[in-house]
């Protein structure tokens, strides 16, 4: 009898964006290799990576029951599907479901190679690096920054914050994202709202069609926001390829060891994340082209 893996792995750009408060999409599955394995044989082109936020390993084929149990388990609760939505607290259950039956824990052997950054062994290599550990910090930091200062985003405390240099934030619309990101190369932090490169509306609407529509706007958005924004998209306006993502948003100068700076980075990326909604999510639900 073989051994296989339960996983539990998500997709920022894969998110029910109905889903109820304080919950994120997950999907949950068994494989019999790694799990990086698993999706990078898949060939996914998407807009971003596939992480894996924990996984158990069953040395029999008890790995097949448990999915099984979870699948049943969580269909009962109404979240039923290829993909579920889940809070923190049936995330635990899950993990209860797998230590109860056996499961091993070995998320730290496998979360960076789905990241394509594959660890060598070792202790040493579980421990993030000085910067990468900053990240996790600071991310941390932000998240209990709009705990304690209330706001309307709509943002998952995730189980396992990561050592990222981005913060996703839903919009409620399909193909659609706010994007936080801080880059430690140029000490630069930016708050974009995306439109991707898949159609938004199902296929209504193509994201470059939206993007250029939005635009006509321009004048009057940057006299919402209060100051210009970026509009970057890589196709001409004459192309009719519509494979590239649409940005638009603000970006400024942003060093994260600066720790006494912390609070008022995260002032910053609140205003203009609650701004680029505010301004962009009703204009795109309601685009007529």
């Given at each position: 009898m073989?051994?296989?893996?339960?996983?539990?792995?998500?997709?920022?750009?894969?998110?029910?964006?109905?889903?109820?408060?304080g919950?994120?999409?997950?999907?949950?599955?068994i494989?019999t290799?790694?799990?990086?394995?698993?999706?990078?044989?898949?060939?996914?082109k998407?807009p971003?990576?596939?992480?894996?936020?924990?996984?158990?390993?069953f040395?029999?084929?008890?790995?097949?029951?448990?999915?099984?149990?979870?699948?049943?388990?969580?269909?009962q609760?109404?979240?039923?599907?290829?993909?579920?939505?889940?809070?923190?607290?049936?995330?635990?259950?899950?993990?209860d479901v797998?230590?109860?039956?056996?499961?091993?824990?070995?998320?730290d052997?496998?979360?960076?190679?789905?990241?394509?950054?594959?660890?060598?062994g070792?202790e040493?290599?579980?421990?993030?690096?000085?910067?990468?550990?900053?990240?996790?910090?600071?991310?941390a930091?932000?998240?209990?920054?709009?705990?304690?200062?209330?706001?309307f985003?709509?943002?998952?405390?995730?189980?396992?914050?990561?050592?990222?240099?981005?913060?996703?934030?839903?919009?409620?619309?399909?193909?659609?994202?706010?994007?936080?990101?801080?880059?430690?190369?140029?000490?630069?932090?930016?708050?974009?709202?995306?439109?991707?490169?898949?159609?938004?509306?199902?296929n209504?609407?193509?994201a470059?069609?939206?993007?250029?529509?939005?635009k006509?706007?321009?004048?009057i958005?940057?006299?919402?926001?209060?100051?210009?924004l970026?509009w970057?998209?890589?196709?001409?306006?004459?192309?009719?390829?519509?494979?590239?993502?649409?940005?638009?948003?603000?970006?400024?100068?942003?060093?994260i060891?600066?720790?006494?700076r912390?609070?008022?980075?995260s002032?910053?990326?609140?205003?203009?994340?609650?701004l680029?909604?505010k301004?962009?999510?009703?204009?795109?639900k309601?685009?007529?082209l």
């Open positions: 073989g051994s296989g893996t339960v996983y539990v792995v998500h997709n920022n750009w894969i998110q029910n964006p109905d889903a109820k408060k919950c994120k999409t997950y999907k949950i599955g494989t290799k790694s799990v990086s394995t698993r999706y990078y044989g898949l060939d996914l998407m971003s990576e596939f992480a894996c936020d924990f996984a158990y390993k040395d029999d084929e008890q790995y097949i029951a448990v999915e099984k149990k979870l699948h049943k388990i969580l269909n609760l109404n979240v039923g599907g290829e993909w579920y939505d889940l809070n923190d607290d049936t995330l635990e259950g899950v993990h797998c230590t109860q039956n056996g499961g091993i824990l070995i998320t052997d496998i979360e960076n190679e789905i990241a394509g950054e594959k660890k060598h070792g040493s290599t579980k421990r993030l690096s000085g910067t990468r550990s900053l990240k996790k910090e600071f991310w930091y932000f998240i209990e920054y709009l705990e304690q200062h209330g706001t985003l709509r943002y998952c405390k995730s189980r396992r914050i990561k050592d990222v240099d981005w913060f996703w934030i839903g919009t409620g619309i399909s193909g659609c994202c706010i994007w936080l990101w801080m880059d430690t190369s140029t000490s630069q932090i930016g708050c974009h709202f995306c439109i991707g490169s898949k159609s938004i509306k199902g209504e609407v193509s470059k069609k939206a993007y250029f529509k939005l006509e706007e321009q004048k958005i940057h006299k919402e926001i209060g100051e210009k970026e970057l998209h890589h196709c001409d306006a004459d192309d009719d390829h519509d494979s590239e993502d649409s940005e638009i948003g603000v970006t400024r100068e942003g060093n060891n600066e720790r006494e912390w609070e008022e980075f002032k910053w990326f609140k205003k203009y994340a609650e680029l909604y301004t962009f999510s009703e204009r795109v309601i685009l007529k």
